[in-house]
């Protein structure tokens, strides 16, 4: 499902790129970071309870929760080039506060497609986790971290942290005589 809130935000954020990710550890808050979420969320920086200290937490309200609320951030994962590719790396938790089991999870965006899902939390939440993002291309990448709550009276906090994008060399895979043997049935 693609996020109808992301449109209107990618067309706000060109203006805005800039070089590798912004305050991705949120010590600074909302710097870097633009919040896109609907009515009656919430999205804050607490200064502790994070991985560590300050985190980025978008919260669904208790009633008629569903829908998604998001941080985004628009960054230069390195600079294109057919050799390099991207890994993005993020930590998150899920906490419960009052609603159905398995009503929310966690979702990734990068551009207009959704990349990652994260499982349905439970009513223990989800403790702190890291997620890598491989990206086949270098360059400028637009993020979404997306908190997708369903219809109901779901109340939940999806917190994020270390937010950051890496580009790196792509792996070649070495030719070795036995590869070669072994894709010839030899
Ligand atoms: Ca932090």
């Known amino acids: 499902m693609r996020p109808i809130a992301a449109v209107v935000l990618v067309a706000l954020l060109p203006s805005l790129a800039q070089a590798d ?40 309200p208790a009633l008629n929760s569903g829908g998604i609320g998001m941080l985004g951030q628009q960054f230069f994962c ?35 497609e959704i990349l990652y899902t994260g499982p349905s939390a439970t009513t223990g939440g989800i403790l702190w986790r890291n997620v890598e993002i491989p990206l086949p291309t270098c360059g ?17 906090w999806a917190c ?3 937010v950051a994008g890496d580009c790196q060399a792509v792996p070649v895979e070495p030719i070795t005589w036995g590869l070669i043997k072994s894709r010839h049935g030899l």
């Open 140 to 156: 400028l990448k637009t993020l979404y971290l997306i908190l997708q709550v369903d219809d109901g009276n779901n109340a939940w």
């Open 160 to 162: 994020f942290d270390n």
């Open 21 to 60: 990710v912004v305050n991705g550890d949120f010590e600074l808050g909302a710097t870097g970071w633009l919040i896109d979420n609907p009515q009656n969320w919430i999205t804050e920086f607490p200064t502790d309870g994070g991985n560590p200290t300050r985190y980025g937490r978008v919260r669904s």
């Open 78 to 112: 390195g600079q294109a080039d057919d050799s390099t590719g991207c890994r993005i790396t993020f930590d998150y938790k899920i906490d419960f506060l009052d609603a159905l089991t398995g009503s929310a999870r966690i979702q990734v965006q990068v551009g207009d």
